[in-house]
């Protein structure tokens, strides 16, 4: 894949642009091994300077996609390249009309029994020609994961769909990479609740302005307290302008 990496603060964001994204999709899925794609937050841009799994997840990913307007404009102040910032649900959408034009396959992971039954019909109903070769709830006991993982690999889909419900989230993956050979992963924790209707996805408008961390407030509004390490993201910006060449 042409795909170019710039490092923020360290971390590698990949610059992948919309008319470029159907062959990046289908390099990635051609590509030897199990492959991942990360979406890439602030908040997780942040986490991912540390000494951590996931830290290891992200640079290791295959693609790191950003979906923080403050990335794109802390790759602005620091003179990189500037990455394009991707909607995470129209995402998914795009990755699985590429798929289902290419006769491919999804297999989904995640939500409660009824809401996984719910967006799997909705899912059939939209994409017509996307094969879903398997489902499973999230949230399920850990006796039964050694199941889980066989039957993801057994069936060999396209595209792993990850959702609520998955044990560490962007990290199941990378923590179980070697048991799988094919597939790409990819974890978006609200997909299954919007594909099965009980959730609403952000408005492009509300997301083009950079406002979706109010909706999360309102859910939440311990979120408020987001703001200390939005202040550091500033500071290191600052400082690494100033200090550091990547």
């Not at 991912?48 to 693609?63: K, T, W």
């Not at 289902?100 to 019909?121: D, F, Q, V």
């Not at 997909?191 to 209707?197: R, V």
Request: charged fraction near 25%.
């Amino acid at each position: 894949m042409a795909i170019e990496k710039v490092k923020l603060l360290g971390v590698p964001v990949d610059v992948c642009k919309p008319q470029d994204f159907e062959k990046t999709i289908m390099d990635l899925l051609e590509k030897e091994g199990s492959k991942q794609i990360v979406f890439l937050s602030v908040w997780n841009l942040l986490k991912a300077r540390g000494h951590n799994s996931y830290a290891e997840c992200v640079r290791n990913a295959d693609l790191v996609i950003p979906i923080s307007k403050s990335i794109i404009s802390g790759a602005k102040f620091l003179k990189k390249t500037v990455p394009f910032r991707w909607n995470p649900f129209e995402t998914v959408i795009n990755i699985m009309t590429v798929l289902e034009t290419h006769y491919k396959s999804i297999y989904l992971l995640g939500g409660h029994k009824k809401t996984l039954m719910a967006a799997e019909k909705n899912v059939r109903n939209t994409f017509s020609n996307l094969q879903i070769v398997g489902r499973y709830v999230g949230y399920y006991p850990k006796s039964v994961e050694s199941d889980v993982i066989s039957a993801i690999y057994k069936a060999s889909p396209s595209l792993v769909l990850m959702s609520s419900g998955v044990r560490d989230k962007d990290c199941w993956f990378y923590n179980r990479k070697e048991k799988f050979d094919h597939s790409i992963f990819l974890y978006f924790n609200d997909a299954i609740d919007i594909f099965s209707e009980r959730k609403n996805h952000v408005d492009r408008m509300v997301f083009e302005k950079g406002n979706e961390i109010w909706g999360e407030v309102m859910r939440n509004p311990l979120k408020i307290f987001l703001i200390f390490p939005f202040i550091w993201y500033k500071v290191l910006l600052v400082w690494y302008r100033l200090f550091v060449k990547e």
